[in-house]
């Protein structure tokens, strides 16, 4: 008997040839045959023809993205990081330094005196375990030795120099020690920090420390880090197609920038094509990444001038408006697909740039032809993005802003969008914020593994993989109606718990608390000593007290403002909240006319440590309060036990 053969959903040839453009939502992939584990999956992939990357993902050329420590992270992950070049060119170089002197991801920033410095000059706030006393007070000189953090944090005259404390000639290994000896040697020191030193001038190249070694430890092993011929960290750089740009070039070139962008919204232009032929031409081994583009004639001529890859994508960041403005683009999924289909003819790798929202959408853009995704919103608002955190409705938040937005164009992306002569400006993108996505040491290995799920579904060992089963029209997709989509999705729910992997909601509550107490009063004694008195104690008391808890708790809150780990955070605040719930901060809340709504507010982030926590805290605060109306006092109560009640 004949086996029935059916055939489910279509081709990707035929689907993306129906005169439709479609997003990345709008397809959906049909499972295949699943033969092997999720942990075989490799997502080893090609950036261009002539560099390979353990990891699909690139960190976007934006000025709210990409900086050094975006860069060293990306690489130390096993991806890469492209610098922005929205700044000056002798700036960006040195970013671009900055990035590949790390020899090792994820360390301490060392923090450099004069032997004539005074101790007051040391930033009391800093993380660092120690500071390096050099002969000039910079990392360009000899060390002399090393003052610890125990020395000078319980010091009363600050005017004390810090070689008056110094600890001479202190224990150093030379800057080429890999991560497996500097551990070595602080195990077998008892170390607690170990300066990594240039053997041949005896400078301060790095520092090392015990709390480094337990981080990098429990650093997931992605995949190898990305290291150029050099052995230095591999960066990308972007840069204008304008005559002064190839100045910039020299610059990047000398930096030691291993791959240089072409920064264009539309990137099939005689200059773009021209400043290809001159980079190929005056740097025959530094590879050029060209784009934007949406179609496979643009692909074509852009190939054919030498492009070593391509970036694909017009008007599909989450900041760009330039479909909107220009009516000038293409679906992100439609426009992977077609450019992919002619640019693997030539051999030369896709880079699927915006639209990435969600692991879900790296899974298709690997599929439909892409070797690697271009990131931005999705890396802005981590720890490693360029900008300070802002509080904003009980959330942290970040910067975050499209290169077409006007905002960007004063400071100079304007080329990207404009002509040399333009003087009326029009906004391709916006300004906003993103919310804190934690680390990327969190946040890429939880995508990465589910991007690995996705693939095994697929019956993809690999991207490669993937690639010849859409090809050879194995994997089949189908068009989702919008009621599909929202089926897709998490629906029919009153309200639901998302834990994905971040613990940015507890670093929310922290912050929170931690500048209520700040706010109140705990910058210095004067303000503990006015709790004190307003819950009823002498002066003598009060002094006594205020002075206990200041040197308790004050230091530790305020430092863990600046450090932002979240451990450090939620212990520090925590302390600070079991404290202030004495009846000087509970009067102290009532003289403010603090509302307890204030703290129950954002227990709509749903995240059960801050319920307890922020819900304990309040509860105390209200019912223990004499200086509260009784009636207040009682709402509270009942509304912050029916809150603990309703998270658990």
Not at 116 to 123: G, L, M, N, R, Y
Not at 556 to 574: E, G, I, K, N
Request: aromatic share 6%.
């Amino acid at each position: 008997m004949a086996r029935l053969v059916i055939e489910d959903g279509f081709p990707a040839e035929r689907l993306f040839n129906q005169g439709y453009s479609y997003t990345y939502d709008d397809v959906i992939f049909l499972p295949h045959y699943i033969d092997f584990p999720t942990d075989s999956v490799n997502l080893c992939t090609k950036l261009t023809k002539n560099i390979d990357l353990s990891i699909p993902c690139v960190a976007s050329p934006m000025d709210t993205v990409t900086e050094s420590s975006m860069a060293v992270a990306m690489a130390a992950l096993g991806g890469i990081g492209i610098v922005h070049y929205n700044n000056q060119p002798l700036e960006q170089a040195s970013l671009i330094r900055s990035a590949k002197s790390r020899h090792i991801p994820f360390i301490s920033d060392p923090i450099f005196k004069s032997p004539s410095d005074s101790i007051d000059s040391v930033d009391e706030f800093t993380s660092s375990p120690c500071v390096f006393v050099t002969e000039s007070g910079n990392s360009k000189s000899k060390l002399l030795g090393v003052v610890e953090k125990s020395d000078w944090e319980n010091l009363t005259d600050k005017e004390t120099s810090v070689s008056d404390y110094m600890l001479k000639s202190p224990i150093s290994a030379p800057s080429s020690y890999t991560f497996e000896q500097a551990a070595t040697l602080l195990a077998a020191k008892k170390l607690d920090y170990l300066p990594l030193v240039s053997e041949r001038d005896g400078e301060v190249i790095d520092l090392f420390s015990k709390a480094d070694v337990e981080r990098i430890q429990g650093f997931p092993k992605l995949g190898l880090p990305s290291l150029g011929k050099d052995g230095e960290f591999m960066v990308g750089a972007a840069m204008g197609t304008r005559e002064q740009d190839k100045e910039r070039l020299e610059h990047l070139v000398k930096a030691g920038a291993n791959v240089v962008v072409l920064d264009s919204s539309q990137g099939n232009s005689i200059y773009q094509i021209e400043m290809i032929k001159y980079v190929k031409k005056t740097y025959p081994e530094l590879d050029v990444i060209a784009g934007n583009i949406v179609t496979a004639y643009q692909a074509q001529n852009l190939i054919q001038s030498g492009a070593d890859a391509l970036r694909v994508g017009m008007g599909s960041g989450s900041i760009c408006t330039t479909q909107e403005v220009c009516a000038v683009g293409r679906g992100q999924a439609t426009a992977v697909y077609k450019v992919s289909s002619i640019a693997s003819q030539s051999g030369v790798p896709v880079i699927a740039d915006g639209g990435i929202a969600n692991s879900g959408h790296i899974v298709k853009a690997l599929t439909l032809g892409a070797s690697t995704v271009m990131m931005g919103s999705f890396l802005a608002g981590s720890n490693e993005a360029p900008g300070a955190y802002e509080i904003q409705g009980g959330r942290r938040i970040k910067k975050y802003r499209g290169m077409g937005s006007l905002e960007a164009m004063t400071k100079g992306s304007d080329a990207r969008y404009l002509g040399d002569t333009s003087k009326l400006k029009v906004a391709q993108g916006v300004v906003g914020a993103v919310a804190d996505k934690g680390s990327l040491l969190k946040l890429i290995p939880y995508t990465l593994q589910a991007v690995k799920q996705g693939f095994q579904d697929l019956g993809a060992s690999s991207v490669h993989s993937a690639h010849n089963l859409l090809r050879s029209s194995v994997l089949r997709l189908e068009v989702r109606t919008g009621a599909a989509q929202v089926e897709g999705g998490v629906h029919d729910l009153v309200e639901y718990l998302t834990r994905k992997f971040s613990t940015s909601a507890c670093l929310n509550y922290c912050m929170v608390v931690t500048r209520v107490v700040l706010n109140m009063g705990g910058r210095d004694e004067s303000g503990l000593k006015k709790w004190y008195r307003a819950g009823g104690k002498n002066e003598e008391e009060a002094d006594r007290g205020s002075s206990r808890l200041y040197r308790g708790w004050s230091r530790p809150v305020r430092r863990s403002l600046t450090c932002q780990r979240p451990y450090v955070l939620m212990m520090a605040s925590h302390r600070a909240s079991v404290v202030s719930c004495r009846k000087g901060m509970r009067a102290s809340l009532h003289e403010r006319n603090m509302p307890l709504a204030f703290v129950c507010g954002s227990l709509q982030t749903r995240s059960p440590i801050f319920l307890l926590l922020g819900s304990l805290m309040s509860l105390c605060i209200a019912s223990g309060s004499k200086a509260m109306p009784t009636s207040f006092r009682s709402r509270g109560q009942d509304a912050l036990v029916g809150n603990v009640l309703s998270s658990l």
